[in-house]
Every structure is written in structure tokens, then in C-alpha cells.
């Protein structure tokens, strides 16, 4: 029988913050979608595209017309942590 379900620690990495108060001047739900996307980020890292030859991950968030873009988000994880590195409004979305 497998333990109790540990979820990762979400560790945002300062330039992952500089760059999320920037995009928030023009998301207005920003916090709404880095919950979602945090929560599913904490249970299963693994679930998102490695980027070839790194060892780094991206998460991808879809649009939703009018006022949420698509998002690129850059992580890293191990056993315990996912640590953001990175935020960016998807080049499709402008």
C-alpha cells in the first residue's frame, strides 16, 4: 500500500517574481491561474514537457478569450520542491 500524498513545495525564484509583477499590470486574473497551474505543478511536475537538453520544464496554460492569455511557465522540480524560474505571456497570445 503506497504512503500518504506529499505535495511539493512551490518555491518561486526572484526573477519568476519580477516577472510575474510585471504581467500582472495586464492579467487581470493572474493569481487565479498560477493556482491552478501551481496545484497541478505540486502533485506532477513530471505531467509537463521537458525541454530537450535541460533539465528544466515547461508548462503551458491556454488562453481564454478575452482577458486570460496563454502562459509559458519554466521549472525545475525534485522530490520535494518545484522552484519557478521563469513566467512569460505566450508569443501566441499577443
Known amino acids: 500500500m503506497a504512503g500518504p500524498f506529499k505535495a511539493r513545495q512551490i518555491i ?6 519580477d516577472e510575474k509583477i510585471r504581467i500582472s499590470r495586464s492579467v487581470k486574473r493572474l493569481d487565479e ?12 511536475p513530471e505531467s509537463f514537457d521537458k525541454v530537450t537538453g535541460l ?11 478575452p482577458d486570460i492569455p496563454a502562459l509559458y511557465i519554466w521549472f525545475w522540480f525534485d522530490d520535494n520542491e518545484v522552484h519557478l524560474l521563469s513566467i512569460e505571456r505566450s508569443p501566441k497570445s499577443e
Do not use: C, H, M, Q
Open 55 to 65: 533539465d528544466l520544464y515547461l508548462a503551458k496554460t491556454e488562453a481564454i478569450p
Open 33 to 44: 491561474i498560477l493556482l491552478g497551474i501551481t496545484w497541478v505543478l505540486a502533485r506532477k
Open 12 to 17: 518561486e525564484e526572484s526573477e519568476f517574481k
